[in-house]
């Protein structure tokens, strides 16, 4: 028996597959939101009983004092090297749930798409990975590497507790390589292998100018308006072509190598496109195509900004605090420390004397993370997209921050391979997120061969 057996023993239960993701689809598994935790209880279960079922052994939930990680493994295959399969099983809020077409946990197919919040990030992708692993066992009675799961809750959340379920558990979570479901594809057409990500650093910025809230005949045009003082501070964030205005932040940024910009040139990809496709406006650094934007230089962005009031009608006040929330994206050699750092000192240099600053910084910031082309995880994706779609794959970065690749890489040596078969155009953390249906079997055929691939090196390899 080969991977094809196991392939064709995936394609004859399709409509099963469909059926158990739709089933998982429908759990609301946020993790941002407490009001969600009977959901992620739920998804806890439902994980817990689909991995016994599948025959993984040591089954159960790793605790860091959050949401906790689901865990199970299968080690029979001595010799060969162990893989640690990450999945998340939370996904974004649904808001707002009034801009969906349908019900956003209850997954519906419409055009040849699935849509339902987490069907793309990344439930889909995840439940690829489980029902692989059960394929083997079904067909072959064993895998072609030792397997380890693990399904983050946090993950859309900042990974808060991740470090501390590591340090619990460490022993447990040893391996030889990680192989990632969430990372997504960059084309529909050019097959393409992720080798890196973007990091993430997130700030939460409020200002206060009053002990309240002020009658706006009585005060304005005499006293400092919230609002006013926050719209100045983060217009100070990037100059008139839109790069980054902070000093001390830019100057941290490496220059880029020609290597990497011939890597990146590779990929064909539309400028244009890209920004009409959205009703956008093109804004960015100049000198740099919109793909190195996007993957290869930082990007800082303001996610959402409050004051005063927003309700129906007016009520004329001078708010007394406002507050912006931060994303700022960062690049391989870029250290989040002194980004954060250089931004900190800048928001504090902007805020006129008197003003009331306040920086709410979690501690969640996640270094950018690269894959050497020359490791085994890249020349096994390498040789299954090869045989897979008959195109020689190209090496993307993504722009977008996968937390745990760095910190597994840091605190388990563990190098990752984002294998998910998500697209760019899903909509994902937004109303009306859907999954390729094409996707599915694309996978159902792509994932047993990855696993035959890397059965084929020694542990040694990885090292």
Not at 32 to 60: C, H, N, Y
Not at 129 to 148: D, H, M, Q, S, Y
Not at 221 to 231: I, K, L, P, Y
Not at 305 to 329: C, D, E, F, Q
Request: with cysteine; glycine share 10%; net charge negative.
């Amino acid at each position: 028996m080969d991977e094809d057996d196991v392939v064709r023993y995936l394609f004859k239960r399709e409509e099963q597959i469909m059926e158990r993701l739709c089933a998982f689809l429908r759990i609301p598994s946020v993790s941002t939101d407490p009001a969600f935790a009977e959901g992620m209880r739920e998804a806890q279960s439902f994980l817990l009983a689909w991995l016994e079922g599948i025959g993984l052994k040591d089954v159960r939930l790793l605790d860091g004092d959050g949401h906790p990680a689901v865990y199970g493994a299968w080690e029979g295959a001595p010799g060969k090297p162990t893989i640690l399969i990450y999945g998340h099983y939370d996904v974004m809020p649904p808001d707002p749930v009034e801009a969906w077409v349908s019900p956003p946990f209850e997954p519906t197919i419409r055009g040849g798409r699935l849509y339902a919040r987490g069907a793309s990030d990344v439930k889909g992708s995840t439940a690829i990975a489980l029902e692989t692993i059960e394929g083997f066992l079904k067909v072959r009675g064993a895998c072609p590497v030792n397997i380890k799961v693990f399904l983050e809750g946090e993950e859309e959340s900042g990974s808060a507790s991740l470090r501390t379920i590591v340090g619990r558990f460490r022993p447990l979570l040893q391996a030889d390589a990680m192989i990632s479901a969430d990372g997504g594809r960059a084309s529909a057409d050019i097959p393409t292998i992720n080798v890196g990500c973007r990091g993430l650093v997130e700030l939460e910025v409020s200002v206060k100018t009053a002990a309240k809230d002020l009658h706006s005949g009585r005060y304005g045009g005499a006293v400092r308006n919230a609002a006013h003082e926050m719209v100045r501070i983060v217009a100070t964030l990037h100059d008139e072509r839109g790069a980054i205005a902070v000093p001390d932040l830019a100057a941290g940024v490496p220059e880029l190598t020609s290597d990497a910009r011939e890597q990146t040139a590779r990929f064909q990809f539309d400028d244009g496109e890209f920004v009409r496709e959205v009703g956008g406006l093109a804004h960015g650094e100049p000198g740099y195509s919109v793909r190195e934007q996007l993957t290869l230089r930082p990007a800082l962005d303001i996610n959402g900004m409050w004051s005063g009031y927003i309700g129906t009608g007016s009520k004329t006040i001078i708010p007394n605090v406002a507050h912006a929330k931060l994303s700022l994206r960062t690049v391989p050699g870029q250290s989040i420390e002194q980004a954060v750092a250089a931004l900190k000192t800048h928001l504090r240099s902007v805020t006129p004397q008197g003003v009331d600053l306040t920086i709410d910084d979690p501690g969640t910031g996640a270094e950018a993370f690269s894959l050497p082309s020359s490791h085994p995880l890249v020349i096994a994706a390498r040789k299954v997209l090869r045989e897979t779609t008959g195109k020689d794959p190209v090496l993307v970065r993504l722009g977008a921050s996968v937390p745990i690749t760095v910190i597994f890489e840091e605190l388990l040596h563990l190098p990752t391979l984002m294998f998910g078969f998500n697209l760019p155009d899903e909509d994902v953390h937004a109303p009306n997120e859907f999954f390729h249906v094409a996707s599915l079997a694309q996978e159902l055929s792509a994932w047993p061969r990855l696993l035959m691939a890397l059965g084929e090196f020694g542990s040694s390899s990885f090292r």
